[in-house]
Structures are given as C-alpha cells and as structure tokens.
T-cell receptor
Framework: SQQGEEDPQALSIQEGENATMNCSYK?????LQWYRQNSGRGLVHLIL?????REKHSGRLRVTLDTSKKSSSLLITASRAADTASYFC????????????FGSGTKLNVKP | NAGVTQTPKFQVLKTGQSMTLQCAQDMNHNSMYWYRQDPGMGLRLIYYSASEGTTDKGEVPNGYNVSRLNKREFSLRLESAAPSQTSVYFC?????????FGPGTRLTVL
C-alpha cells in the first residue's frame, strides 16, 4: 500500500488565497518531499524536509512536518492561477534512502 | 543538459505485444526509477536501480523487466502487454534525495 496519502483530494480557491494540503504516512521516514505536476507533465520537485526538521520555507511555500503524528502540510501563500496543478508528497522509509513512495495527490485549482 | 529523457512519448500496443521504454539521464545520478501513474492512484514504483549493475523490485513489478544498461540508461520492458498495463510511465533519476522526472510515456494496450 502507498506510504503517503494527501488530503484533500481536490481543492478550489480564488487567486490570492492560501492553499493548504496535508499528507499522512505510515512508517518512520528519513525525508518527506513535495512535488508538483502540471497536467500531462512530469513531476517537479518543490521542497524537501528532513525528519529532524519541523518547518521549512521556500518562497511562497511553507512545509511543516510532525513526525509524532506522521503528517506534513504544504501551504502555498498568495496563490496564483499558475499554481493550478496536482501536488504530491513522497516519503522514503527509515534506513532505505533509495525508494520513494508517493501519495495519490491533491488537485489544486486556482481561479483567476 | 537535457535532464531525464524518455522515448517514446506515446505508444499503442495490442494485447500480447512486447515493447521497451527507454530512459536516459545526463546528470550523472546513481539512482534511477520507473513509475506508473494511473488516474487517481498517484505514482507507483515498478522497479528501481540504486546504482549501475543493480536493480530491485518496487510495489508493482509483475509483468515488467528492467535493464540498467549503464549509468545513464535504464530501460523498462513489457514482454507480453496486457490492458491492465495501460498507464502513463515515468522515469526518474536521483543523485541524493531529490528525484528528477522525465516527461512520461503514455501507453495504451488494446
């Protein structure tokens, strides 16, 4: 079964609003990553957070990680129409850096 | 740098036919991966290769074989295609933590 699961499955907001997506996973991890996928394209890496980190920022992205709850959230602030895409979390497993497990994604629609 | 390239971009097969999906990366990465993406399912790992000369099964390896030809190339072979293998296939490579993805191959098996 998949390691990570995103919530919600779909999210529709107005341009300028913030978007929050959540990811839950099942086993202990080394790292958790977020990726974006535009329709019909490959995935693009957004941000990585390590298991000993609690929060990380990159531009308009803020990621948090709660290892006690086995969950992470991705916040996109001041969203733009260009942020419309699917967002996936990916985890590895403790002591196995080479295999990555993806959730089923959150489909974000930002209306202009 | 081209990054990760995949060929072909589209393919239609009949049940029972075989084909090989090609993947190459020019980032000198050790690890390479093959995933399939079905609607609403996210990505599922088929096979991966942690380094040249090694391959390992992922979550859904049945019906597939792989070859890590050299450090740059990692191919995925379907020996006898089935309609259940209709999907979009992505190749990825990774140096350390971050994966870089190819544009995908859209495969339809009739």
């Amino acid at each position: 079964s998949q390691q990570g699961e995103e919530d919600p499955q779909a999210l529709s907001i107005q341009e300028g609003e913030n978007a929050t997506m959540n990811c839950s996973y099942k086993t202990s991890i080394n790292n958790l990553q977020w990726y974006r996928q535009n329709s019909g394209r490959g995935l693009v890496h957004l941000i990585l957070i390590r298991s000993n980190e609690r929060e990380k920022h990159s531009g308009r992205l803020r990621v948090t990680l709660d290892t006690s709850k086995k969950s992470s959230s991705l916040l996109i602030t001041a969203s733009r129409a260009a942020d419309t895409a699917s967002y996936f979390c990916a985890t590895d497993r403790l002591n196995n850096f080479n295999k990555f497990y993806f959730g089923s994604g959150t489909k974000l629609n930002v209306k202009p | 740098n081209a990054g990760v390239t995949q060929t072909p971009k589209f393919q239609v097969l009949k049940t029972g036919q075989s084909m090989t999906l090609q993947c190459a990366q020019d980032m000198n990465h050790n690890s390479m991966y093959w995933y399939r993406q079905d609607p609403g399912m996210g990505l599922r790992l088929i096979y991966y290769s942690a380094s040249e000369g090694t391959t390992d099964k992922g979550e859904v390896p049945n019906g597939y074989n792989v070859s890590r030809l050299n450090k740059r190339e990692f191919s995925l072979r379907l020996e006898s295609a089935a309609p259940s293998q209709t999907s979009v296939y992505f190749c990825a490579s990774a140096g350390t933590d971050t994966q870089y993805f190819g544009p995908g191959t859209r495969l339809t098996v009739l």
